[in-house]
């Protein structure tokens, strides 16, 4: 009895939760079982046990103190243990057994055996983590010394006694492992078994889902369809989804060596359009899942190759026909993108209908009929599709070798008749030289050859990156090249010009023609000299003597330039100089003025029937007629070139690039010898050659040898292209040729051009438009714009992204004195307010290029209420005569530009402002102000357009009224003229505005230059003026639809009737005020803009040496040979 007893105690205390139970007592918690310790002894020992407060896998043990001399030793853990009756307490770890003797007391003989045991709940398994194939299980450290053993679905897990810094927890609280090796998307119902010593104290059950694993591939993929630029792709889900749902698909095309972008989708099919024609590619699908943590679980992936379908090929390209021989033609083309299987190029020729056929495209024909034009087309064969034809033509030469016979008589008749008068020839020739004034120098003559460099020809395709290559470290590469090149060329003589009766006829002493290819006039009996003038045949581009060049005419030489224009049969004369620069003598007036109608040089007469001036440049035509001469007259067309600065080279090379659009078409086959000449004829003269020349070998080669070509003009006049910027600045317009092209366009043109500009070949591809838009430079960042952003300025700018750039912005200056100053300064400062920038303040408006100069208009910000005084300011300091407002004050909630007049007078800072009258347009408003200045009582009459329909970045849907108030704001401001005075002027008649001073305002003054453009040349160049615009404020037409929008605008006021240009009718609407029509012209006599001047690293130096000589007593040549001592020559 007494064995079963204990017995079943024993098996009862492992499922109790705290220990050292006493006697035959029994404790029960809630979550807990029984557990019960069968003592040894009769005697109860054990009071009560409790958990240690301090450590929770300790338990505090209380034993029964029977008498004061009763004493215990406890024995377990490897130690003996004393509790005697002064401490009746005592610690003890649990999980461990215990042997509990009585050494004085009433049970001397007694012992108890007990077992500690922590608690253990039925939650005591809990799961913490879980993924598709592992859960992360955990319980209460306190069952360190427990064995947890967990069965799922017939797997076992078990885990030994552990303690948790050992565990997979963090939490020292707790112990955790792992359950691995689990299906994913399964729930799993597990039973628990905690136990201690070999036996079981408790079983929690559990259930655990495990996530969503790893999709299966998918199946069937299949190419369901494809064309030229596009697939489809199908397939069906995965035949296993057990693992977890199918939430969707990664679709991928690898084309060409990368990767496409990823769709994502959640059907099972798949179309893709950016493809090109006949492409090998592949695609690959991938199905996907989205777990319970939100996280892309991706699956096997499933592939297929493909290729799209052919295409019609591209037309070749870059065709070239040459002969190689009088009766032989080598054609050669460059083939484009083939869209097919392999490229097989056909050439058809028109002629006899042969065809030939080559893989490769280089065809030559020999065996053609002499004197005969053939026409031949060229396509490529792709395997499948047919390509574009492209015509082209070549005529054959003569038969040169019909002349041989005839020329080898005609040589030998020629010899014998050139041996008789050659002793004659030589006679002459001696006889001459003893008349000379001087003799011939002794001494050996320099091999200047042997300093030229070696210069390769620049290919079209690297004009740019040379460039730029040889640009950098200040222009190290360029100094280099020009330096190398002899200025004068010593092997060549120059006696006629040094003979003293033609001495006084050079403007410089040292820059004179060359014997070899000097202009000869006809003599003139009795009047030594009478055949020279300083004047060289030029070469052009494989067309020798193209070109005359000339020093400009002193009032002594006229009449001699007047002779060799009508003895060369010259109908086209090329002036790149101004009469006076600087106030210092260039060249004489060589013709007659409109007033006067007709003068006489010599027997040349020249009568001018008319005269154009444009902003840079002026044409005059001129008819000629000889006194001594029976013939009939000839015209002669005389243009002018003002925009050369005095100092320096023009900024824009375009400008030069325009002038030679003007010559080229005035010449024709009959035109004789093209006379350009400056002030010594040599520097501006040799520029403008060399850029002509340059440009018609780049168009004919694709290439261009600058250094060589200068080297060559070198050997046929002395100090051709005279300073290394304007050797810069040849590359400079071949770059600009190159990169851009031509974009002008005449009236007359214009419509059928802009249709051609506007017209796709393929809905995918840019229309010419477009690709013309995309060409123009954004010029952002190319210059400074530390004014703007300093702290104190940033408050001023509405928009922070449109700040002025510091060389061409607006200042206001504080002092009226520095004002007056400023209106005399000349245009010699490279900042026309230098003088007073530190006294200045800021103020978000920039210089506008016009169609008559730079600075023609201000471009400014919608006033801010803190700004409203300065652009009062702005406007009397510039004396504006019309402010052009583009926004209304508001648009929504935004505001756009606050309200800087009122009614009644108004005060802002010194300056009063009167709105005097109001009255309304087409679709705009005028209002008049009178400004006053408080201190000095000058008054301004200023008138304000304000433009309604136009609202945020969008262009005006219609632009009749915009085109009429523009019209109407030309009356208000003064005629253009550009004089030398108009150079000076500070002056800025029109101000324009918008929001940010760059949007709606870029887009204004583009159109109005156009338009001006248009009346007085009847031409455009859109692109030319957007790009000058964009360099001098950011934001100006930046997109597409308003470089659109100005084509169209210009090509609905000027439409075309029956082949003509038309004026709309458009133009003739104006709008007046009753009280200004009787205005006196003075209110509107401004003058117009300052010229842009170099930055010092442009400006040339000078072009006369300081050795200065005199000709003779009376006229004073100056000298060149180390460089001009007095200001530029060309």
Not at 651 to 680: M, Q, T, W, Y
Request: glycine share 6%; proline share 5%; hydrophobic share 30%.
């Amino acid at each position: 009895m007494f064995l079963w007893l204990k017995l079943l105690a024993f098996g009862v205390a492992f499922l109790g939760q705290d220990a050292f139970l006493k006697g035959e007592e029994t404790t029960t918690t809630p979550d807990t079982e029984p557990t019960t310790v069968i003592p040894e002894a009769t005697c109860a020992i054990i009071e009560d046990v409790k958990d240690s407060k301090n450590n929770s896998n300790m338990a505090e043990v209380f034993l029964k103190i029977h008498t004061k001399d009763t004493e215990y030793i406890i024995l377990g853990d490897d130690r003996n243990r004393t509790v005697s009756s002064s401490n009746r307490s005592i610690e003890l770890p649990k999980c461990r057994s215990y042997t509990v003797k009585v050494k004085n007391g009433r049970c001397t003989d007694g012992t108890s055996s007990s077992f500690l045991v922590p608690k253990v709940t039925r939650e005591s398994l809990k799961v913490e983590e879980t993924n598709s194939t592992r859960a992360l299980l955990c319980w209460s450290s306190s069952l360190a010394c427990a064995t947890v053993t967990v069965t799922c679905h017939e797997t076992v897990f078990s885990f030994p006694p552990m303690h948790s810094e050992n565990s997979n927890s963090p939490d020292k609280n707790q112990i955790c492992d792992v359950l691995k090796n689990l299906l994913p998307n399964r729930l799993y119902n597990c039973i628990g078994s905690i136990g201690f010593n070999g036996n079981s104290v408790a079983n929690p059950n559990f259930t655990l889902l495990t996530d969503y694993g790893v999709p299966e591939a998918p199946q069937n993929l299949q190419i369901v369809h494809k064309n030229t630029t596009g697939v489809t792709v199908n397939w069906t889900a995965p035949g296993d989804t057990s693992n977890g749902p199918i939430d969707g698909y990664l679709v991928k095309f690898f084309v060409e060596g990368e990767w496409h972008p990823v769709r994502q989708v959640n059907t099972t099919h798949c179309t893709y359009y950016e493809f090109h024609p006949y492409t090998r590619a592949s695609v690959s699908v991938t199905p996907y899942t989205i777990n319970k943590h939100n996280e892309m679980v991706k699956g096997s992936s499933e592939s297929r190759e493909f290729t799209t379908d052919a295409a019609v090929p591209e037309e070749v390209s870059h065709i070239k026909a040459i002969l190689t021989a009088d009766n032989a033609v080598q054609i050669t083309c460059k083939k484009q993108k083939e869209f097919g299987p392999h490229a097989q190029f056909i050439l058809v020729w028109e002629n006899d209908r042969q065809t030939e056929n080559k893989s490769k495209c280089e065809f030559i024909r020999e065996n053609l009929f002499y004197l005969t034009n053939y026409t031949f087309k060229i396509f490529v064969f792709n395997g499948i599709h047919n390509g574009k034809e492209v015509v082209g033509s070549i005529k054959t030469r003569y038969n040169s070798r019909a002349l041989i016979i005839f020329l080898a008589f005609l040589i030998i008749v020629t010899v014998i008749a050139l041996l008789l008068v050659l002793y004659k020839i030589y006679d002459l020739h001696q006889k001459k030289l003893s008349n000379s004034s001087e003799g011939v120098n002794l001494v050996a003559v320099k091999d200047d050859d042997k300093q030229l460099l070696n210069i390769e020809p620049i290919p079209s395709e690297l004009l740019l990156d040379t460039y730029k290559r040889k640009i950098a470290d200040e222009g190290r590469l360029f100094l280099e090249e020009f330096q190398s090149i002899p200025r004068v060329f010593s092997k060549f003589s120059i006696k006629e010009a040094k003979k003293s009766h033609n001495q006084n006829k050079n403007r410089y002493i040292d820059i004179l023609p060359y014997d070899h290819n000097r202009v000869e006039l006809s003599e003139m009996p009795g009047d030594p000299g009478s055949d020279y003038i300083n004047a060289s045949y030029i070469d052009g581009f494989k067309e020798p003597r193209k070109y005359i060049a000339a020093q400009g005419p002193k009032d002594e030489t006229t009449d001699d330039f007047w002779r060799m224009i009508w003895e060369q049969k010259a109908t086209i004369i090329v002036m790149v100089t101004r009469c006076e620069e600087g106030k210092r003598n260039k060249c004489a007036q060589y013709w007659p003025s409109m007033e006067n109608g007709t003068a006489t040089y010599g027997d040349i007469i020249v009568k001018i029937y008319e005269s154009k001036t444009c902003p840079d440049y002026v044409i005059q035509k001129l008819h000629i007629t000889n006194g001594r001469e029976r013939t009939a007259g000839r015209d002669v067309t005389h243009i002018q070139f003002t925009s050369w600065p005095d100092h320096g080279v023009p900024e824009d090379p375009h400008l030069l690039l325009k002038l030679r659009r003007r010559v080229n078409a005035l010449s024709n086959f009959f035109s004789g010898p093209i006379v350009v000449h400056c002030s010594a004829g040599v520097g501006r003269t040799g520029t403008y050659i060399g850029i002509d020349a340059m440009l018609e070998g780049l168009d004919a080669e694709g290439r261009v040898d600058v250094y060589g070509y200068i080297v060559k003009l070198r050997r046929q006049r002395c100090l051709m292209v005279q300073v290394e910027s304007q050797y810069i600045l040849i590359h400079q317009a071949l770059v600009e040729y190159n990169q851009y092209g031509e974009t002008e366009i005449s009236l007359s043109e214009l419509h059928s051009s802009l249709n051609d500009l506007k017209r796709k070949d393929h809905p995918s591809e840019p229309s010419l438009l477009e690709a013309e838009f995309k060409r123009l430079p954004s010029y952002k960042g190319w210059r400074t714009q530390n004014i703007g952003n300093r702290d104190e300025n940033k408050s001023k700018n509405r928009n922070a992204n449109i700040i002025p750039y510091d060389f061409n912005r607006v200042p206001i200056r504080y002092e009226e004195d520095c004002s007056k100053e400023g209106e005399h300064d000349s245009e010699e400062s490279s900042d026309e307010d230098s003088d007073c920038e530190e006294s200045s303040r800021y103020i978000n408006a920039s210089f506008i290029t016009g169609y008559w100069g730079p600075k023609a208009m201000i471009a400014t910000q919608g006033p801010l209420q803190e700004t409203i005084s300065d652009f009062w300011q702005m406007v009397f300091q510039r004396k504006v005569k019309v402010i052009v407002m583009l926004t209304e004050l508001k648009e929504g909630d935004q505001e756009l530009c606050a309200q800087y007049w009122g009614e009644g007078k108004q005060t802002y800072d010194g300056i009063e402002v009167q709105m005097a009258d109001v009255n309304s347009g087409p679709g705009y408003t005028i209002r008049a102000f009178d400004v006053a200045h408080l201190k000095t009582k000058e008054t301004q009459k200023v008138y304000q357009y304000q433009y309604h329909q136009w609202s945020g970045c969008d262009v005006p849907e219609t632009p009749k009224d915009l085109v009429s108030m523009i019209l109407n704001i030309k009356q208000k401001l003064p005629a253009r003229q550009v004089t030398e005075d108009s150079r000076r002027t500070r002056s800025v008649p029109l101000l324009v505005h918008c929001c940010d001073g760059s949007q709606q305002t870029g887009v204004f003054c583009a159109l109005m230059t156009l338009l001006e453009s248009a009346e007085t040349e009847e031409v455009i160049d859109v692109f030319q003026v957007v790009k000058s615009l964009r360099r001098t404020r950011l934001g100006i037409v930046s997109t597409f639809e308003q470089y659109q929008f100005l084509y169209d605008t210009i090509a609905s006021t000027y439409p075309a009737q029956n082949g003509q240009i038309k004026k709309s009718s458009q133009q003739e609407d104006k709008v007046e005020f009753c009280s200004e029509v009787g205005k006196s012209d003075q209110e509107t006599d401004l003058i117009t803009t300052d010229l842009a001047l170099p930055r010092p690293e442009e400006i040339e130096p000078p072009e006369i040496c300081d050795g200065s000589k005199t000709a003779d007593s009376t006229k004073e040549t100056e000298s060149s040979t180390n460089g001009p001592t007095t200001a530029v020559l060309t």
